[in-house]
């Protein structure tokens, strides 16, 4: 058998030029072949369809790239949950922008790996010049980290406050990401305090009574877009309690962050530029492909603590030469360029563009929680703040209600998620593609009142 071609070199887009045709007619054959939204017949039946189809995974004797694509392309997608369908709307899983996935293959393809300069010389400029770009929508001097997403981002923010006055205590709302409490495990941080969140956000009174109590090195952490209900806590009263109290503020913006692209929805987003450090993600609202996180602090000082030294990737000589030091850009060591496909989709859209995008899904989110009010047998959470609408069947009991979803889940009919506001579960559409129509609205709604028992 002859060496397998690779995909960098002056003759890689050569061979991978007849792959990827194979590649895009298996998407296109396996959403053909998946109808809906995402595979019918639940766990079992798409585990069996792939136990069926992957057999024997690794094979005594290969079947060819051509082959093992097609077969495996095929039965990734027709077993997907495909964002890019109107009908999955249960988390914040963005479809993704062809240019950047497209943009994607070229990092793939390159594979630079971003924990040394001479491992990628012109990627770590070009995220330099990203990331700054980034954080200059935030701050006035403001720097940047690439990370997984909004994990690790917060992760990121708690250890650096760790790191200026050691055993921080963490105050977060009943509202945010569980992140926050594995991030606070994980640096061996006492367990956050939890401030309620009766109406979706924090309690300012409830906050200024913890802050008051609390003795010591205090990090409060906002949210702008909590995973429930897209909802933005008061952000600038918050930093005004932090500024009373002699807090720092860490806003996790992974959903809502992307608002600072619009006119419209920007204000939104006010007192963001208060923080000590804010956590985005563009593999939300930002239409990129997985990962695109981003920790933003307001100047590269921040980041002071994350320095390290490894001999072979950042010996002191070679960086008083001059060359880029990239350990201290990320707790990782080996990382994809994974801002390659943010900057392809920055040049290719503008600010216009991405503002046209985030107002356009806004607005579907708006349609779609006036189309429920105007439904004489749903009951509607609250108008979106961002792009997440909780609704249920009017009467229903919470069993029901997410009994409703499995079977639109099982079916492949449909991907809604779940959410707990007011002591109620609600079915919950979290929309993030703009591409959505009024028609697709009303279908939706119309698939629930086929799944809702009589």
């Known amino acids: 058998m002859s060496t397998p071609p690779l995909a960098g070199g002056a003759a890689g887009p050569t061979a991978l030029r007849p792959l990827v045709g194979t590649v895009l007619d298996a998407l296109h054959d396996g959403a053909a072949d998946r109808i809906g939204p995402l595979p019918p017949g639940g766990p079992q039946a798409v ?48 479809p993704p922008l062809a240019v950047a996935a497209a943009a994607d293959l070229a990092a793939s393809a390159l594979n630079p790996s971003m924990d040394s300069w001479d491992q990628a010389p012109a990627a770590s400029e070009l995220e330099a010049l990203v990331t700054r770009a980034i954080a200059a929508e935030i701050y006035p001097a403001g720097e940047a980290l690439i990370t997984t997403g909004g994990s690790e981002s917060n992760q990121l923010a708690l250890l650096l406050a760790r790191e200026r006055h050691g055993a921080v205590r963490i105050v977060c709302g009943a509202n945010a990401h569980h ?21 979706g956000v924090i309690d300012l009174a409830a906050l200024d009574e913890a802050l008051t109590a609390t003795h010591g090195p205090v990090l409060v952490a906002a949210t702008a877009g909590t995973t429930d209900a897209g909802l933005i806590d008061p952000l600038p009263e918050i930093a005004d309690l932090c500024e009373r109290h002699g807090a720092e503020l860490h806003i996790d913006a992974a959903y809502g962050g992307p608002l600072l692209f619009s006119d419209l929805h920007r204000p939104l987003l006010t007192g963001l530029e208060r923080a000590d ?49 990239l350990l201290g850009r990320s707790l990782r060591t080996t990382r994809r360029p994974d801002v390659f496909k943010i900057a392809v989709t920055f040049r290719a859209l503008g600010r216009s563009g991405l503002a046209a995008l985030v107002d356009r899904t806004c607005a579907i989110a708006a349609e779609l929680a006036g189309l429920v009010e105007a439904h004489p047998g749903l009951e509607l959470y609250d108008r979106p703040t961002i792009s997440t609408v909780l609704f249920r069947p009017t009467g229903a009991d919470d069993a029901t209600v997410a009994a409703i979803r499995r079977t639109l889940l099982t ?43 009589r």
Do not use: F, M
């Open 179 to 199: 992140s926050l409490h594995r991030a606070a495990w994980l640096l061996g941080l006492p367990e956050p305090l939890t401030v309620p969140s009766p109406s």
């Open 47 to 94: 585990a069996a369809r792939v136990r069926t189809t992957a057999h024997p995974v690794l094979p005594d004797s290969g079947t060819g790239a051509e082959e093992a694509l097609r077969t495996l392309v095929h039965t990734l997608t027709e077993g997907a949950a495909d964002p890019a369908d109107p009908r999955c709307a249960a988390h914040l899983h963005c």
């Open 277 to 325: 450090s804010v956590t985005l993600d563009l593999h939300k609202l930002g239409w990129q492909p997985v990962a695109a996180g981003i920790l933003a602090v307001p100047g590269p000082a921040a980041l002071d603590a994350l320095t390290h030294q490894a001999d072979y990737l950042n010996a002191d000589d070679d960086t008083e030469a001059g060359l880029p030091d």
């Open 411 to 453: 079916g492949g009919h449909a991907v809604l998620g779940r959410a707990r506001a007011d002591d109620r579960l609600w079915l919950k559409a979290t929309l993030l593609n703009p591409h959505a129509t009024t028609g697709d609205l009303e279908a939706l709604l119309k698939l629930l009142e086929g799944s809702t028992p």
